[in-house]
C-alpha cells in the first residue's frame, strides 16, 4: 500500500503546505532527495501549536505537536513531488524542541514525527535522527523539524 493510501486509511488531513515565513524556499529537490526546511506544528486552521516543554507542555503535548509538524512537512512534500507515494524513503531528521532547560526528553518528543512518519512509509519511514532542545523557536512554537526524503519521479 502506497503512502497517499495509508493516509487516508489513517483518516489524516494534512494542513495546506505552509508558505515562508523569511528569505527561503520551502523545499529544494537536489537529484533524488527532497530537502525540506524546518517546519512547526500547523494546524489545519493556520494556528500553531506554542509553548514550552517542560514548562507548561508536558511530553504528550509535544508528542501531539511534533506529529502535527509532521502532517505539515507532508503537505510540503507532497506539495513539491505531487504525490507522496514519489517517497523512497525518509533519510535524515532534525528535531528542535522549544524546552525548559532542565528538560532532558527531547528524543521522546520527536518520537511523535518518527512514529507518523513510520505510519506513513513503513519501514522506509525510520530515519537517522537527532533531536535535542532549544532556548527558543520562531514564534514560540513547541518544536521545529526538518527532514531529507529520498524521492523518485
Known amino acids: ?16 503546505a505552509p508558505k515562508p515565513i523569511a528569505t527561503y524556499v520551502s523545499a529544494v529537490r537536489h537529484g533524488d532527495l527532497l530537502y525540506v526546511s524546518g517546519h512547526g506544528p500547523l494546524n489545519p486552521d493556520g494556528t500553531l501549536h506554542l509553548g514550552r516543554l517542560g514548562a507548561g507542555l508536558d511530553i504528550e503535548a509535544g508528542k501531539a505537536a511534533a506529529k502535527q509538524t509532521g502532517l505539515a512537512i507532508l503537505a510540503t512534500v507532497r506539495s513539491n513531488l505531487g504525490s507522496l507515494d514519489k517517497v523512497v524513503r525518509l533519510i535524515k531528521v532534525l528535531g528542535l524542541v522549544n524546552s525548559a532547560p532542565d528538560f532532558i526528553d527531547h528524543p521522546k518528543v520527536i518520537n511523535g514525527f518518527s512514529d507518523l512518519m513510520v505510519e506513513v512509509f513503513g519501514e522506509s519511514g525510520k530515519a537517522a535522527r537527532s533531536a535535542f532542545g532549544v532556548a527558543a523557536l520562531p514564534n514560540g512554537m513547541a518544536v521545529e523539524i526538518e527532514a531529507i526524503f529520498e524521492v523518485k519521479d
Do not use: V
Request: net charge neutral; hydrophobic share 45%; charged share 25%.
Open 1 to 16: 500500500m502506497g503512502a497517499e493510501a495509508r493516509l487516508t486509511e489513517l483518516k489524516l488531513t494534512l494542513p495546506p
